[in-house]
């Protein structure tokens, strides 16, 4: 702040010194901060001004005051310590708000409830992170502060794919009370895939009486037994038609809008385990897959190939009319003007096969299985919005032509992203290379190898709109949660933490204000929060980037690198376990003949923080880069 505006500030706020502030602990960062001399404490009788139209937002705000201990909150429509406005201000948008705490109290003024919401939030973290627990706390001092906030995106989403684990309505309600913490405002719910149908379709009853059941499986995705026709199928799950009216409901209550995918035309071997004839290759051996390999990646010409079929046929009516059905059910379900069709994916090894298929080719004039692709997309989107909605689908609905007011959600990469906005389609960026949240997110050997790495400062660096493209194209960005490889809600918390953090920034704040030291700062402090309210989260940062190269003498070298700063790395190569007495790593260093494990552990300020590494040199040599 410059010395005249420093003078301003002065004689207009009176006694109080203001200046613009570094933050320290919100996320993501506010669009505006001011901090100013002086702390409030609130009193132990609280009360909650608030209007008719806020009084529901202030009986939940209340509810978390009575963790305080010895509090009392009431709610009053002329004063308080704590005002709600709703107000008229062109520069708060549909989500912005005002936040100030001064001797007067507090005041979070917006042109909305979800603006007030979000406020709260920001309030939330200003407050001590043992506001969570039951008496945890007895005084509640918050620092002078003046925030004007405002989010970069409407779209700022979550996925979470409930089809490969099934995950009950409690715990999805559990996902969007952390996710709103963050200022997220959209679950995308992947309620459909090979693994299992979750979504009660009342005129097509066998897609969850067959469809959302399979046997249970422990051990590694794509290496496991793969179902025999007559096993007992008890593992799984669906959500009722009123289960989903419940949790739409209460996303709604916390400004969450949901929204449905249903993943076709790949992806589908749970709707042939329920309806056979919907496929190319119609048998009655269709099961739901267990976690089972079946599809070749790289297979044929460089195409996706099922070993077992998993597509739809796109050149039968019964399948359109399947659809009507579905997405019928589908959009009486989910107020959100979006359905998510999937379309990612598809192996097409059996539509060239099919007869049924060649004719659709020679009848609709398509030269290739990508332009059938493009007619089933093009099908469906007439259904979706027959029910007068809007469709968004995975980047692959581009190949072949994209239909025409789809919005493309872009996830190999940002190329899609691109491509469709260019073509003057609305995009959601979710690129695997950032925002892929399944992926492991530290040492591997720690972790455990899901597809490849994803540390947090690399999906720190997520940033929506890439060079060159309509900012107006770009409806915001999304981190997706894939489930092959989680089985469990805290496991699912345990991935989305703290990496959820840097995509609510990079969706939520001004770009320009991003800073890695900063947030890397606040990220350490929101683990506390993160305790207290008793969430699953990694902490991987602690542990080093360990890399290694191979020169043409065939020596190994090992480099460490710390993710933030301020961390030393003990280790030893003689099997021995490190502390740090042990080598403290300095620079790179050999690997001698013999050695068959590196061993680490990372210290700051002489306590241990990170976990033991137990790295095999197996590991050590398939991640070296041979240099010459
Ligand atoms: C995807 O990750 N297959 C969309």
Redesign the pocket.
Known sequence: MKWNQLVLAFFTLGTTITSVAQNKIIIPEPFQITTNTGTYTLPKNIVINTSNETKDLAAEISATFKNIKDAQVNISSTKGDIQLFLNDNPTLGKEGYTLNVNEKGITIAANTKAGLFYGWQTLCQLMPATMNKKNATNKVQIDYVSILDKPRFEWRGLMLDVSRHFFTKAEVKRYIDDMVRYKYNILHLHLTDDQGWRIEIKSMPKLTEVGAWRPERKGKWANITAPSIDEPKTYGGFYTQEDIKELVAYAKSKFVDIVPEIDIPGHSMAILAAYPELSTVPTNNYQVNAGQGFIDWGGLNGHITARIENTLNPASEKVYTALDKIFGEIATLFPFDYIHMGG??CPKNNWEKSSEVHELMQRENLKNQQEVQSYFVKRVEKIINSKRKKIIG?DEILEGGLAGNAAVMS?RGMKGGIEAAKQNHKVVMSP?DYTYIDYYQGEVTAEGKVYQGLRLNRTYQFEPVPEGVDPSMILGGQA?L?TEQIQNIRNAEYMTYPRALAIAEAIWSPKEKKNWTSFSNRVEQHFDRLDAAQIKYAKSIYDPIVKTTLNTKGEFHVTMEGEIEGLNFYYTIDESMPDDFSSKYVTQFNLPEDVSILRVISYRNGKQIGKLLNIPMESLKTRAVKVL
């Open positions: 990612d994916e995975w996830w695997n997706n894939w």
